[in-house]
Nanobody, 120 residues
Framework: QVQLVESGGGLVQAGGSLRLSCAPSGIIFSIDAMGWYRQAPGKQRELVASILSGGSTNYADSVKGRFTISRENSKNTVYLQMNSLKPEDTAVYYC??????????????WGQGTQVTVSS
C-alpha cells in the first residue's frame, strides 16, 4: 500500500506563510498526479492545487498568486507553499497522490489531513 504522510500545518497570523509537505511511503512505480485539497467546516472538499507528472500545475482561483505547488521528484514529495494567508484559508488540508505501485496497480491515496488555521 502507498501511504502519504503530511506535515507543516499549524496556526499562523493573516499574511503569514506555511509550507505543507506530503511524503509518500511504500514502493511506487510512478506518480501521475499529486494534489492538495482542503475542507473547511460545513463546506465541501475542494481542490487547491495539483501537479502532474509532466510538471503542469493547476490552482484554485482563490489561491492563485499566493500558493505554489511543487514536487521533489527524487523523493516523490509534494509541497504546498502558502503565502499571504487569509482567514478563509483555514481548513484541513489533504494530500492526494495517484499513480502505479510496484505491481503496476493503480492507486489513489490520501493523507490524514493537516490543520491550517489562519487568525485575523
Amino acid at each position: 500500500q502507498v501511504q502519504l504522510v503530511e506535515s507543516g500545518g499549524g496556526l499562523v497570523q493573516a499574511g503569514g506563510s506555511l509550507r505543507l509537505s506530503c511524503a509518500p511511503s511504500g514502493i511506487i512505480f510512478s506518480i501521475d498526479a499529486m494534489g492538495w485539497y482542503r475542507q473547511a467546516p460545513g463546506k465541501q472538499r475542494e481542490l487547491v492545487a495539483s501537479i502532474l507528472s509532466g510538471g503542469s500545475t493547476n490552482y484554485a482561483d482563490s489561491v492563485k498568486g499566493r500558493f505554489t505547488i511543487s514536487r521533489e521528484n527524487s523523493k516523490n514529495t509534494v509541497y504546498l507553499q502558502m503565502n499571504s494567508l487569509k482567514p478563509e484559508d483555514t481548513a484541513v488540508y489533504y494530500c492526494n497522490a495517484q499513480g502505479k505501485d510496484r505491481l503496476w496497480k493503480t492507486f489513489s491515496s490520501w493523507g490524514q489531513g493537516t490543520q491550517v488555521t489562519v487568525s485575523s
